[in-house]
């Protein structure tokens, strides 16, 4: 027998409350009964995004969401700024040069944090700048960016802020209206604890003041028909919605809310605490820097002479641990261990304890338990 451990920063597992309750008989989505669960989920994504703003659902992953604020907020030719420390800032700035866009992009090394003097400056300079879109935990290098500090510099000029928080919602604070957040888009298969398929958008006024003028193509995706839908009657969504996953998502939000939203963030704190303790007392080095640290996901640098795609493979393959290897040029250079979503205490226990052993058998030097000692001391001070 062997078990498998999902310690990747999406997909994440998804508690057995929510498997059983996406496997109920099928209901139809033009019925009382969706309904009441449409305004209950929507209530509740409210509350986890903290935000009186409308929240859309849509069926797509988190890509389509960025995509779907590129194509109903903007125009071609709009004069965007674009953050990029990581592959998805550089995915933010494809999107947004495919749907022709002009695009300032501010880019930094992908151990470096986002500066919001940067994008202070830029807007200064020019009041033509229609949009500022920043990806907030940045989930290729562990960075979270400053949301907080650019919402409060962006919400003084015309352009609407759009935060990738597609691994900050449910992970860390994201204070979406006292933080003048325009547009927060999140993907199902995170924090959320949910299967991939789905997507998450809020939407403010001044967001809402920009769709009125955007005029690039969109349907699918159409922000005012999906409000349209949800102000009817009988609230609904305009398209058939991936019910099942709707249904889960009503359960999994339940969760988070019996955990109560300041719990869920604190024990993410702890959980990321706890990792970043263990890989440290083996004595390897993390690799975002002090200052903008997440609690999704902890990167850890490959220490010189191992091969960090044995590690990977290791794990997964003789321990059943699935961890998350380096992106693009980080390929082999980092790993990173997942904490994000439906995880506790033993969780991490066992990704540093396989690590360990992992790291045994490559012939690394050091000593064996102490960063599952390390790991039990932060959870031992810090209660969950
Ligand atoms: C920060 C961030 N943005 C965007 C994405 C893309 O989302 P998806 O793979 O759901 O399309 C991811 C997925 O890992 C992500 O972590």
Redesign the pocket.
């Known amino acids: 027998m062997r078990k498998e451990y999902l310690m990747t920063?999406?997909p994440t597992p998804v508690p057995s409350e929510v498997l059983l309750a996406q496997a109920r008989p099928m209901i139809h989505h033009r019925t009382p009964l969706y309904t009441k669960i449409l305004v209950t989920v929507t209530e509740d994504l409210k509350y986890i995004f903290q935000t009186k703003n409308d929240v859309l659902i849509f069926a797509s992953?988190?890509?389509g969401a960025?995509e779907s604020a590129i194509v109903n907020l903007f125009s071609a030719d709009d004069k965007v700024v674009v953050t990029s420390n990581g592959k998805?800032g550089n995915?933010f700035i494809k999107l947004a040069e495919a749907f022709g866009l002009t695009v300032i992009k501010l880019e930094y090394e992908w151990n470096e944090v986002i500066n919001p003097d940067d994008i202070k400056k830029l807007l200064e300079k020019d009041e033509n700048i229609k949009g500022v879109l920043v990806?907030h935990?940045?989930?290729s290098t562990g960075i979270l960016n400053d949301i907080k500090t650019i919402g409060d510099i962006v919400k003084d000029y015309p352009a609407v802020f759009v935060v990738?928080s597609?691994?900050g919602i449910g992970a860390v604070e994201v204070r979406t209206d006292e933080w003048h957040l325009d547009v927060v888009v999140t993907?199902s298969?995170k924090g959320l604890m949910l299967p991939?398929g789905l997507s998450c958008v809020s939407v403010s006024e001044k967001a809402w003041h920009a769709v009125e003028n955007s005029t690039l193509p969109k349907f699918y995706f159409s922000y005012k028909k999906s409000r349209e839908s949800f102000h009817k009657a009988f609230p609904q969504n305009p398209f058939t919605p991936p019910v099942s996953l709707i249904i889960g998502l009503s359960e999994a939000l339940k969760m988070m809310r019996d955990e109560g939203l300041e719990n869920v963030i604190k024990r993410h704190a702890v959980l990321a605490e706890a990792t970043r303790a263990g890989v440290k007392a083996v004595g390897l080095e993390l690799f975002a820097p002090p200052e903008g640290r997440g609690s999704a996901v902890t990167p850890v640098k490959v220490p010189e002479g191992i091969d960090g795609k044995a590690i990977v493979k290791i794990m997964r393959d003789k321990y059943g641990i699935t961890i998350a290897g380096g992106q693009d040029h980080l390929t082999g250079k980092i790993f990173r261990l997942g904490h994000l979503g439906y995880y506790d205490r033993f969780d991490i226990v066992t990704s540093i304890a396989g690590l360990e052993m992992t790291l045994a058998e490559l012939n690394y030097e050091f000593e064996r338990g102490v960063g599952v000692k390390a790991a039990e001391e932060v959870f031992m001070e810090n209660p969950l």
């Open positions: 920063p999406g992953s988190g890509t960025m998805f995915r990806v935990s940045e989930t990738d597609i691994t993907g298969q991939p």
